[in-house]
T-cell receptor
Framework: GQQLNQSPQSMFIQEGEDVSMNCTSS?????WLWYKQDPGEGPVLLIA?????ELTSNGRLTAQFGITRKDSFLNISASIPSDVGIYFC?????????????FGQGTTLQVKP | DTGVSQDPRHKITKRGQNVTFRCDPI?????LYWYRQTLGQGPEFLTY????????KSRLLSDRFSAERPKGSFSTLEIQRTEQGDSAMYLC?????????????FGSGTQLSVL
């Protein structure tokens, strides 16, 4: 079945550093979503991507929809302590437009002040 | 409206007890979803509603689980005869039925601990 693999599994960086993480799949996705989850809270949507090759920014966050449609990347520039959390990629299950999402296992980010 | 609301935030129960969770979606959203998340994993789809109709259920949703959305607004998720393996964060999400349905907006979740 469809699976999303995120890497790295965790990152521990210094405040001010840039961060890159990615998400790969063995099958094609038509939409890529990036969520952030703080401890004890639900995921919050950061960026949505709908077209192969698309590059979209949200403040210090930039995400790209891979040309093969089997991967996506998220970059965070000049990290700050509030960037701490778990970042999930997600995509729609199958080809139906139902909102049924598959999530990766997450990349945990820790930022040292 | 400030977003998806879930109640309670935390629930501790003994094995064998029944529990019920409530979700109030964003008011103009017709679709409502339930997901389950265990430690170290991403959320997993359980079921979803289009208005009051339950359109799909995951195989993860055993017979002990039932979800309702009687008036197409709030939803409840009930777990009967809870087991320790039911311990997880139960997340509710909503989305509009038109436009980009994959943009799900999640609540803060209900953390269930079964002792």
């Amino acid at each position: 079945g469809q699976q999303l693999n995120q890497s790295p599994q965790s990152m521990f960086i210094q405040e001010g550093e840039d961060v890159s993480m990615n998400c790969t799949s063995s099958s094609i996705f038509n939409t890529w979503l990036w969520y952030k989850q703080d401890p004890g809270e639900g995921p919050v949507l950061l960026i949505a991507l709908y077209k192969a090759g698309e590059l979209t920014s949200n403040g210090r966050l930039t995400a790209q929809f891979g040309i093969t449609r089997k991967d996506s990347f998220l970059n965070i520039s000049a990290s700050i302590p509030s960037d701490v959390g778990i970042y999930f990629c997600a995509g729609p299950h199958g080809s139906s437009n139902t909102g049924k999402l598959i999530f990766g296992q997450g990349t945990t980010l820790q930022v040292k002040p | 409206d400030t977003g998806v609301s879930q109640d309670p935030r935390h629930k501790i129960t003994k094995r064998g007890q029944n529990v019920t969770f409530r979700c109030d979606p964003i008011s103009e959203h017709n679709r409502l979803y339930w997901y389950r998340q265990t430690l170290g994993q991403g959320p997993e789809f359980l079921t979803y509603f289009q208005n009051e109709a339950q359109l799909e259920k995951s195989r993860l949703l055993s017979d002990r689980f039932s979800a309702e959305r009687p008036k197409g607004s709030f939803s409840t998720l009930e777990i009967q005869r809870t087991e320790q393996g039911d311990s997880a964060m139960y997340l509710c999400a909503s989305s509009p039925s038109t436009g980009v349905n994959e943009k799900l907006f999640f609540g803060s979740g209900t953390q269930l601990s079964v002792l």
